[in-house]
């Protein structure tokens, strides 16, 4: 089993940047894909980017790419998600989750989930 935590989250003007970090314990953090999702007000959560265990390969969502970055430092059990040129649109609470399977995009195939960090862009 693998608890995870999430931080870095905040109010951001629109164009500005947040580094969302996701602190993992428990369980080997490396055998988990990883992966990123958020929820908007009054929307269903979304996926927003995936990370598989080794850390060479990595799907984004149309919306967030070119933007957003994450990456992975599996010797700190953290994973991070850098953002860049953010968008009122980008107002959420991004949550962090881990998957057994190797690579996932699809939430119902995460097993753990953080308590979710707000992000809120200002226009």
């Known amino acids: 089993q693998v608890q995870l935590v999430e931080s870095g989250g905040g109010l951001v003007q629109a164009g500005g940047s947040l580094r969302l970090s996701c602190a993992a314990s428990?369980?080997?953090?490396?055998?988990?894909?990883m992966g990123w999702f958020r929820q908007a007000p009054g929307k269903e959560r979304e996926f927003v980017v995936a990370?598989?265990?080794?850390?060479?390969?990595?799907t984004y969502a149309d919306s967030v790419k070119g933007r957003f970055t994450i990456s992975r430092d599996n010797a700190k059990n953290t994973v991070y998600l850098q953002m860049n040129n953010l968008k009122p649109e980008d107002t959420a609470v991004y949550y962090c989750?881990?998957?057994?399977?190797?690579?996932?995009?699809?939430?119902?195939?995460?097993?753990?989930w953080g308590q979710g960090t707000q992000v809120t862009v200002a226009s």
């Open positions: 989750a881990a998957s057994r399977l190797w690579f996932s995009m699809i939430q119902d195939s995460y097993h753990y």
């Open positions: 990370f598989s265990r080794s850390g060479d390969s990595t």
């Open positions: 428990g369980r080997a953090f490396s055998s988990y894909g």
